[in-house]
């Protein structure tokens, strides 16, 4: 009975060994696989573009990445360079170092990367660096590895902006208390999303930022609370849950403050959702359609638009000079431009304009 006991789970013990071997094989296929193909179209795209550049972005679904990579695409083909989104049109969801691995082991010229701050970054950056392919961070950074630029938002300003926008409602709030004749409400409750399994420093940066603006720069009568509400970023799927959790589960805080673009339109959704349009001021992030459109019927308090064409042309121009010339800008700060109800619709009407 025990030589019986022993053998099975000797077997046991194999079974799962092989089961282990055959999830690792078909990995390791899977990435060779794609860095073949990436292979194969560098060398067909060599025979009409000098160089070869690839971009691994955080949502390439968000309107603000389809923008960076068109900024990307477009000043590319000027320069004669192709470049390519990494990781899309694929059947499975890579990661941004399952990505960063595929894009080394494909030798391509440059990477443009969408980073974290872990420690598998920091190896994959320099690991890419020292075979000889320059590394541009966008919009997230690393900034202890061997990366030759970083091309994205000064977070700790934007927090200062979304500061002075928090003041300016809590001056508002005391203006309507005044010409109504009421004290009552002197106190601005603010919640600030931010991503619970975060790697990168840059929301830390916003929060102080926002809490700077709002100690030095309040000078009404009424107090605004700041406070934070984790939610887990890790897909728009668990994003989007999270949030709908947040306004089924409590009272929702005065101002609610969303640093990305996917927040933003979840918050906004789940508003419309949950018939809870106007019950709360939305400071938002992006420059979307439908962010665009919660500003213009007062859905949507402020958004921050960002030059996402504008950083995509800079990702490529610092990799062009980097390879040139052996060195570039280590920062290249994106254009910011505040959007409200005062000027949305001259917004809307760029854009349209841009797009036609």
Known sequence: ?????????????????????????????????????????????????DRYYVMIPGDSEEDLWQSIYKGAQDTGKENGVCVDLLGENLSKNYSEAELMEIAIASDVDGIIVYANESEEMVDLINRATDKGIPVVTVMGDNPVSKRCCFVGVGSYNMGREYGKQLVKLAREQELSHTTASTHMNDKLDVTVLVDSYSDNSNQNLVWSGIQNAVETENNTQTKINLSLQYLDNRSPFTVEEAIRDMFRSQELADVIVCLNETDTNCVYQSMLDYNKAGKAAVLGYGDSESVLRGINRNNIYFTMAVDSYGVGEDCVKA?????????????????ITPIDKGNVEDYMNESTEVQQ
Do not use: C, P
Not at 9 to 37: D, E, G, H, K, T
Not at 320 to 334: H, K, S
């Open 1 to 49: 009975m025990k030589k019986s006991k022993r053998f099975s789970a000797r077997n046991i013990i194999l079974i799962y060994s092989f089961m282990v071997l055959i999830v690792v094989a078909i990995s390791v296929a899977v990435s060779v696989y794609y860095s073949n193909s990436i292979k194969k179209r560098t060398v067909s795209d060599k025979e009409s573009y």
């Open 319 to 335: 990799l062009d000079e980097f390879i040139e010339l052996g060195n570039t800008n280590q920062y290249n700060m994106a254009v």
